[in-house]
């Protein structure tokens, strides 16, 4: 599986002298299902853009089966593309869109029907050939999508947010669906999308990126277990960061206090972030905790309830299934494999703080999340 | 409040009517005065086709009309690509200068372009080289700010990701814009040709300064009845193309409400 | 690939044939007729015709405001018509500006004359004529009759794209139907009224036909003097230094009015 198929080399990007892309490096293999995974403005579509054609970078090269593409014009590529919001053609039906590209390639009739009737089958569309692409609604539109760019059978598909506009059941079902068809058809999909969940579901790797920056690149376990900065571990998932001092390996102390942990290879007395999940602390007695503080709020989630545990005014979120009332004191603790330390970074002391932490925090952070990108 | 308004816009609209009413009466009319009505005759229409002259006249009209709306539709999409493109202090420049003709009165116009053409004829040493081209000219000008104002809205509401779409499927730049662009375009471009075309057929003020003895267009021509008595048969002529216009119209009307009233069931059907 | 470039044979166009133009009407207006050297006097010739551009001007700002009062409440009932009704009206709006405005001035001349239509009838029911026509108040009425769909159009599409949400929040917010329209529609239709101003006092102040048919000698206007200096008396530089005057004047006035809106002047209301 690991054929390397696509490789970018210190990609610059600018914009009237500003800097969208700032050396990144990446290479995908083939069959590799890759997610570009950011907030907005980070520069994952602007990185799709370029390896669709679209964009030529400032400096750096694009590289496909060791051959430099960067002045190579997007319709000499052959990789297709599913946009944000579709680009279905509003003057062809369904058929006729999905059959644009093997007309453009001027393939006979008879294939490009046998190749479109195959396609409809696969996104289950069969007997929407001639509807008006106007009259579909937005998951249909996505599946018409999906298919006028499969049915080129490129080697690279690129999907940009290609689920952002579809409501939460109807995106859940095209995650599985949009993994089986990768899986099918064998071939290497590129997805952009500001979702976490989303990116951890369907991911082979994922490449995290903030301010034009590629801020980690591994797999979904490795990306949440193992982050390698604060605003990794903060937008992958929930996580408490707490400022701690790494004594030497697999002694890291926070707190005042000393605590096992299996990290290692860290200077001796070196400053480090220490990441701790939420759903991984276990609640317990206060004369039992390793910490002890108050509860000073509680939301049900439903699976699990948001405790919010005030340690020496530093507030922690406590994911957990007990139920602690608000005001009541308890303790925690904290096994070695629930702590993992970081190396100091640029977004230390930004993230991992809970002290603002109201309810509506979540359904903020996504509306912003779900702006389109500049 | 609403029923006040209602009749103050009928009252409105047959003051925009009446002059139109008056000219088709006149034109079914046994006398020659215009305001005194003889009995009713269909002799106007007679002599009309009959008369060479004005025929050859609304001939002018209409192919001065056709040739300036063609080049100027071609012309003017083909820059509101262009200016589609453009960004900052050069789109408000082409914009700035598309806005020159639409802003600065039709006598300006016509005056300046004459000033041009005679200023041309001296350094040419040609005594005059107003005609058919001066006044074609004239009209591609005075039309082609209308062209580029009805595409570029389209342009503008157009998903830009159609475009890129077509790339991406294959197409070049060329083929993205004749397979996909065009049709999404294609109602500002109409209309757009459209108003070029009555523009020009309805121009007076700019033909009249650039227009040579050569080659006259009837607006032209009528003005130099102020000189000599409007013969009737004028009238009868503009009654006919009044008709002809009004049922262009109807059936313009009629066809775009079909389609929307398809739309909007298909809307409905679709909930 | 640059895009941009494709606008190049227009901008070419038009450089050719609007800026050269202008700056040929400024030789022109600058040079002596017969000599053809540099002088002023034509410039300074127009205070000669300054109670002529004043009368141009205060005829074509009455016509204008006249639009408006009788415009607003017609592209307002237009507006909140059905919208088959609207295109339909629409078009009736448009259809008259299809004929040649010669024949429509002339159609007036038939009605408002001593003894034309009107006065005709007047006559016959018992009445004695009226002198409607050769009058400031027969050019202004030309100038309502010819302009007023200029007016109406872009104030129908202004009023038409004002999202009816926002006039129940305004009633929402306790506003009654008046305070409604002073508070919300009015302000909102300010780019149709500008824009409606600007292209009815344009063709107004500047028109030579009008004046000739309905006016008297002794109404006319700045329009008729220019086409005179290119058709009757040939001085065409003095022509175009009176045209030099208006365009200043006419470029002052949009520009002025232009301020009341912060509106891109690209999206004007010129389209079908």
Redesign the interface.
């Known amino acids: 599986m690991s054929q390397e198929l696509i490789r970018l080399t210190s990609l610059v990007m600018e914009f009237d002298g500003e800097r969208v892309l700032d050396s990144i490096n990446l290479y995908i293999n083939d069959k590799e299902f890759l997610t570009l995974l950011g907030p907005s403005g980070c520069g994952k579509t602007t990185t799709l853009r370029v390896i669709?054609?679209?964009l030529t970078p400032t400096s750096g090269d694009v590289l496909f089966d060791g051959k430099r593409m960067n002045d190579v014009?997007?319709?000499r590529r052959k990789?297709?593309?599913v946009?944000?919001?579709y680009?279905?053609?509003?003057?062809l039906d369904v058929y006729d869109n999905i059959a644009?590209?093997l007309r453009?390639?001027k393939l006979n009739e008879q294939e490009i029907d046998e190749r479109v009737t195959e396609m409809l089958e696969i996104v289950s569309l069969k007997g929407f050939e001639n509807r008006?692409v106007?009259?579909l609604?937005g998951g249909q539109q996505q599946r018409v999508a999906i298919a006028?760019?499969l049915v080129?059978r490129p080697k690279v598909l690129l999907l940009d947010e290609p689920l952002g506009a579809l409501d939460l059941r109807l995106r859940k079902d095209m995650q599985n669906e949009l993994k089986r068809i990768q899986q099918a058809m064998g071939i290497t999909f590129i997805y952009v999308t500001h979702d976490q969940e989303e990116a951890l579901t369907m991911s082979d790797t994922i490449v995290v990126m903030d301010k034009g920056k590629i801020q980690q690149i591994g797999r979904p376990e490795d990306i949440y277990n193992e982050p390698k900065n604060a605003f990794v571990a903060d937008f992958i998932g929930e996580s408490n960061i707490l400022d701690g001092i790494m004594l030497e390996d697999y002694k890291v102390k926070f707190f005042g206090r000393v605590f096992a942990c299996v990290d290692k290879g860290f200077e001796k007395n070196e400053p480090v972030d220490v990441v701790i999940r939420p759903e991984d602390i276990d609640i317990v007695s206060a004369e039992e905790g390793h910490l002890c503080g108050t509860v000073t709020s509680v939301t049900f989630k439903g699976v699990h309830y948001d405790t919010i545990v005030d340690f020496k005014g530093f507030k922690w979120l406590i994911q957990t299934t007990d139920f602690c009332p608000e005001g009541s004191y308890i303790g925690i603790r904290l096994n070695p494999e629930d702590i993992h330390i970081m190396h100091k970074s640029e977004y230390s002391g930004m993230f991992g703080d809970y002290s603002s932490y109201s309810a509506e925090y979540d359904e903020i952070a996504d509306a912003e999340g779900s702006e389109d990108e500049a | 409040m609403k029923k006040v308004n209602r009749i103050f816009t009928v009252i409105v609209f047959i003051f925009l009517y009446i002059p139109m009413i008056v000219l088709a009466v006149a034109s079914f009319n046994k006398g020659m005065d215009i305001a005194v009505f003889q009995g009713f005759t269909l002799n106007q229409y007679r002599e009309l086709f009959r008369d060479d002259d004005l025929l050859r006249l609304l001939g002018n009209s209409l192919i001065i009309a056709v040739i300036s709306s063609l080049i100027a539709t071609v012309l003017g999409t083909v820059a509101s690509l262009g200016i589609h493109s453009m960004r900052g202090r050069l789109r408000s420049a082409v914009m700035a200068l598309t806005n020159i003709p639409m802003t600065n009165p039709d006598i300006v116009t016509g005056v300046s372009l004459a000033l041009l053409f005679a200023f041309t004829g001296v350094l040419l040493r040609i005594n005059s080289v107003l005609g058919f081209w001066t006044l074609l000219i004239a009209h591609i000008t005075f039309s082609l700010p209308y062209v580029i104002l009805n595409v570029m809205p389209k342009l503008a509401q157009m998903d830009p990701d159609l475009t890129e779409a077509a790339l991406d499927l294959g197409c070049t730049p060329v083929q993205a814009f004749f397979k996909v662009v065009l049709h999404e375009i294609m109602p500002g471009i109409l209309s757009g040709a459209l108003m070029a075309f009555t523009m020009s057929l309805d121009d007076f003020v700019i033909s009249y300064f650039v227009t040579g003895s050569g080659f006259v267009t009837l607006p032209v021509e009528i003005y130099s009845y102020t000189k000599k008595p409007i013969q009737p048969k004028v009238y009868a002529m503009f009654t006919l193309i009044f008709v002809a216009i009004l049922l262009l119209m109807v059936t313009m009307n009629l066809l775009q409400a079909r389609d929307s009233s398809k739309k909007l069931r298909r809307k409905e059907a679709h909930r | 690939m640059k895009r941009k470039w494709l606008s190049g044979p227009y901008v070419l166009w038009m450089v050719l044939f609007t800026l050269i133009p202008l700056g040929v009407v400024v030789y022109y207006a600058l040079t002596d007729s017969v000599t053809g050297a540099f002088t002023l006097s034509n410039l300074a010739n127009f205070a000669n015709y300054w109670p002529i551009f004043l009368r141009s001007i205060w005829l074509s700002i009455f016509a204008t405001l006249i639009c408006l009062l009788i415009g607003y409440p017609v592209a307002y009932f237009i507006a909140h018509c059905k919208p088959s009704a609207q295109r339909l009206l629409q078009m009736l709006i448009m259809l008259p500006m299809c004929i040649s405005f010669l024949l429509r001035t002339l159609a007036w001349v038939a009605l408002l004359e001593d003894t034309g239509i009107i006065n005709n009838f007047l006559t016959s029911i018992g009445l004695s004529p009226l002198p409607l026509i050769r009058n400031n108040g027969a050019v202004i009425l030309g100038m309502v009759y010819n302009y007023l769909p200029y007016m109406i159009l872009p104030l129908f599409t202004v009023i038409m794209k004002i999202d009816p949400r926002l006039i129940e929040a305004a009633e929402d917010l306790g506003c009654n139907s008046r305070q409604v329209f002073s508070k919300v529609v009015l302000p909102l239709s300010v780019p149709g009224i500008v824009s409606g101003i600007t292209m009815v006092f344009v063709p107004a102040v500047s028109t030579f036909y009008i004046s000739q048919k309905l006016g008297s000698p002794g109404t006319i206007l700045i329009g008729d003097v220019i086409e005179s200096q290119f058709k009757a008396a040939y001085n065409p530089n003095l022509g175009a230094a009176l045209s030099l005057v208006l365009m200043v004047l006419i470029f002052i006035c949009v520009w002025i009015m232009n301020r009341f809106t912060n509106e891109d002047d690209e999206e004007s209301m010129v389209t079908l």
Do not use: C, E, V
């Not at chain 1, 680009?87 to 003057?91: I, N, V």
């Open positions: 669709g054609g679209f014009p997007a319709y990789i297709n593309t946009f944000q919001r680009a279905l053609f509003p003057h644009f590209g453009i390639a008006k106007t009259s609604s006028r760019a080129n």
